[in-house]
């Protein structure tokens, strides 16, 4: 058992929809990310949060918007989204000046954009 | 600009036999290194990490080794199993701010093990 949990696990939206990918881990950390696997692509990072303040924009477009009202909860809010966001979205987390652990992930968010 | 690589798409191996994975990367400022596994319709799990102070790292079957001089670590796997059979990715750490870490990916290597 992970201890990060995704809902939705799979989600099919248009691109003038508004929609929003949850995670939540109950492992006691500080820090979560958001990533996103493109087919035949690396795992690509995102957001990051430490202690609920965003530490890391990785160049994302705007109509991506995450949201982490605590340490344990993460949002990824989603608008106007195109085609090629189509991907399986990852949350993660770990814990706080403990670099040398891993990261744990939840199972993803298949989206595919219609 | 892909900072960690790993060249081969796929490996299959005989069960019981060593499994071999490899990684390159190109940026010094790395300072962990871990491998992660992944099973269909679930997220990564992590597996092992070496920091890059350390030439190896043990742990019951997985064995992980840094060679900082050629950028290059790799996962030794032995004797492999059937429950093994996954894509394994590789990533790079280096620290963002206190208690965050930016991890890099490689694309993966899908392993299967041959009865």
């Known amino acids: 058992e992970t201890g990060v949990t995704q809902t939705p696990r799979h989600l099919v939206m248009g691109m003038t929809n508004k929609k929003s990918l949850k995670c939540e881990q109950h492992?006691?950390?500080?820090?979560m990310y958001w990533y996103k696997q493109s087919a035949k692509k690396p795992l690509e990072l995102m957001f990051v949060y430490n202690f609920k303040e965003q530490t890391e924009n990785n160049s994302v477009p705007s109509r991506f918007s995450p949201e982490c009202p605590n340490s344990s909860h993460l949002f990824l809010h989603l608008h106007t989204l195109q085609p090629e966001d189509s991907a399986l979205y990852l949350c993660?987390?770990?814990?706080?000046?403990?670099?040398?652990?891993?990261?744990?992930f939840g199972p993803g968010t298949r989206l595919t954009v219609t | 600009d892909q900072q960690v690589k790993q060249n081969s798409p796929s490996l299959s191996v005989q069960e019981g036999r060593i499994s071999i994975l490899n990684c390159d990367y190109t940026n010094s400022m790395f300072d962990y290194f871990l491998w992660y596994k992944k099973y269909p319709a679930e997220g990564p799990t992590f597996l092992i990490s070496?920091?890059?102070?350390?030439d190896k790292n043990e742990d019951g079957r997985f064995t992980v080794f840094l060679n900082k001089s050629a950028k290059h670590l790799s996962l030794h796997i032995v004797p492999s199993q059937p429950g093994d059979s996954a894509v394994y990715f590789c990533a790079a750490s280096y620290p963002i701010i206190q208690g965050a870490q930016k991890l890099v990916f490689g694309q993966g290597t899908r392993l299967t093990i041959n009865p």
């Open positions: 070496i920091s890059s102070i350390k």
């Open positions: 993660a987390s770990s814990q706080d000046g403990t670099r040398r652990l891993a990261q744990y």
């Open positions: 492992l006691g950390h500080n820090a």
